[in-house]
């Protein structure tokens, strides 16, 4: 069964600070990991895809990266606009019983204070 | 027009009640999906639409009942629900149901069963 997990829960971080996200998973035959953006009240929205290990992708402050079990979210110098819940979520490929669903993780609360 | 419009944003009914919740896509999109999210839980994929067929049921109790008439528009019928029901009910859309398609959230209905 594929899983995804996501730490830390939440993060609370000063204007500027640095961090990273992490996502774990177990998936047979990854396709895609995929960065999702949550805000109160409001659906997630897409921010990545990372198709294979090594592979690297930017927005703005945010820089997603993926090993053969993991990925991060890297957020330089945060905003207080980067507050939200960031989720992680991974789809098998043809052959896995999970394929074309997205598994979700259950997300990292991230808080900027100014 | 936003792309994925969900109504309504909040509902409350009792165990006895009948209710539909309604999405609509205006991105030209041919698969739509309805998600559940519950609170501390991750996404849970519930139904997938492609092209109007049902390509996914993640075993879900029949007192959720989705429809979906034409490519741009989805429903969940709500029968005889349970207060564990209590959720958020995301609707989304993407290109096809495939591997690595992003999706696009709507805003979701906040569900409360009294």
């Known amino acids: 069964e594929d899983q995804v997990t996501q730490s830390p829960e939440a993060l609370r971080l000063q204007e500027g600070e640095s961090s990273s996200l992490n996502c774990s998973y177990t998936v047979s035959g990854l396709r895609g990991l995929f960065w999702y953006r949550q805000d109160p009240g409001k659906g997630p929205e897409f921010l990545f895809t990372?198709?294979?290990a090594g592979e690297e992708k930017e927005k703005e402050r945010l820089k997603a990266t993926l090993t053969k079990k993991e990925s991060f979210l890297h957020i330089t110098a945060p905003k207080p606009e980067d507050s939200a819940t960031y989720l992680c979520a991974v789809q098998a490929g043809a052959g896995g019983t999970s394929y074309g669903k997205l598994t979700f993780g259950q997300g990292t609360i991230l808080t900027v204070h100014p | 027009e936003t792309g994925v419009t969900q109504t309504p944003r909040h509902l409350v009914m009792g165990m006895t009640n009948k209710k539909s919740l309604k999405c609509e896509q205006h991105l030209g999109h041919n698969a739509m999906y309805w998600y559940k999210q519950s609170a501390k839980k991750p996404l849970e994929l519930m139904f997938v639409y492609n092209f109007k067929e049902q390509t996914e049921n993640n075993s879900v109790p029949s007192r959720f009942s989705p429809e979906c008439p034409n490519s741009s528009h989805l429903f969940l019928h709500l029968h005889t629900l349970q207060p564990e029901d209590s959720a958020l009910y995301l609707c989304?859309?993407?290109?096809?149901?495939?591997?690595?398609?992003?999706?696009?959230f709507g805003s979701g209905t906040q569900l409360s069963v009294l």
């Open positions: 990372l198709y294979s």
């Open positions: 989304a859309s993407s290109q096809v149901y495939r591997v690595n398609e992003k999706l696009f």
